[in-house]
């Protein structure tokens, strides 16, 4: 593959980069950067029809404001279908981010309390880049779809909701979403989000305790008989490893679980997770948790013996995938990868990815990075050099020959 065929204009792509970082677009609110990539895309002389935003949105669980972003380029040359993925939305972290470049990194300058949104705008712009590259030089590729999807950051929603012709059902995927772009990942932990509510029994904590049944209590007691069985964070049992995590403790509409000391706790919600490259296994951990409430409940009676009313409700996030190295898919991304001269290799992920739900809709998809770091903190940031070999990684995957 010949070099000059990998080239790209570097400064329009910081440009654009710069730009996508700065259009604020938490988790369901992707209406403003999908419309800020539709611009680009139609200013690089995509044709306005081939851009299209789908209907997830409209199958999604979630309030979410757009569907996902569908973008399809004509092939220069015969061949299948190829998918280049990525996500719009960022964590809530990263509103209000003010990108600044301060030597060869990207940082934001608004407040030490705001992340950068590096993952995924960095992606975002990898594939914008690449959709202007091809549109204006035309080198020979095969006919790809492009994908932006949204809500990926509250749980893969766009990527579960996508529907495959919509998008030309591609033969295989390349989602961009890390920090190398010579790590190819191909496989990832699949997960479960379970919540449970506990409905106990409010009553006057000084002069009648004993006429309440503490919904708090049941929890702390629940919680604890997890931690001490071993099924909290790591998990560790017969052979078998995943993780597992309690995330939001709360009252209703996110106020607090309990609203006074003088007040049995009469209502709590908690949300938490599992995961694990067992997609059995998940299972069981979640069983832990549920085991966990129900033989809490039984200890904690007001006294008439009545005991708290309880619902546990878990559901499947996203399933686990691993892809072998022989796989057309892998054989391809190293293959493209070593003739543009990178060193590439492959790894196992201990997170999602939209990758998890394209693999299950049935499209091989392996992901690589540009450039994210630190992300989810404050202290996150975007490296050049590795934005660049993103862009690079793109085009040489889009144009390779078998």
Known sequence: MPVAALTFNEDHALSRLLRFLAVEGVTGQERAIGEAVMRDLVESGVPRPAIVFDQAHERIELPTEIGNLIVKLPGTRPGPRLLFMTHLDTVPLCAGAEPAQKGNRIISISDDRTALGGDNRTGVAVLATLAATLTEFQPPHPPLTLLFTVREESGLWGARNVNLEDL????????????????????????????????????????????????????????????????????????????????????????????????????????????????????????????????????????????????????????????????????????????????????????????????????????FGAGQHNIHTIDEYVDLTEFNQGCTMALALATYTP
Request: proline share 3%; no cysteine.
């Open 168 to 367: 030309g059902n591609p033969v295989m995927g390349f989602n961009v979403d890390g920090e190398s772009a010579e790590e190819f990942t191909v496989g990832a932990v699949g997960a479960e989000r379970w919540e449970v509510e506990i409905e106990g029994r409010a009553a006057h904590a000084g002069v009648h305790p004993e006429e309440g049944i503490s919904a708090t209590m049941i929890a702390v007691l629940a919680l604890a008989d997890v931690f001490r069985g071993g099924w909290f964070g790591k998990v560790n049992k017969a052979g078998k490893s995943g993780t597992s995590n309690v995330g939001s403790f709360g009252g209703i509409d996110g106020l607090s679980a309990g609203e006074a000391t003088n007040v049995v706790t009469d209502y709590v919600n908690i949300k938490g997770e599992s995961r694990s490259h067992n997609s059995r296994f998940v299972k069981v951990i979640t069983r832990a948790y549920r085991d966990a409430f129900n033989k809490a409940k039984e200890k904690v009676t007001d006294h008439k013996g009545r005991k708290a009313r309880m619902e546990f409700r878990a559901r499947q996030d996203y399933f686990p995938f691993r892809l072998s190295a022989s796989s057309p898919v892998a054989k391809h991304a190293l293959a493209a990868a070593k003739e543009a001269g990178f060193a590439p290799r492959l790894r196992i992920s201990n997170g999602g990815l939209d990758a998890n739900w394209l693999v299950r809709h049935g499209v091989p998809t392996v992901t």
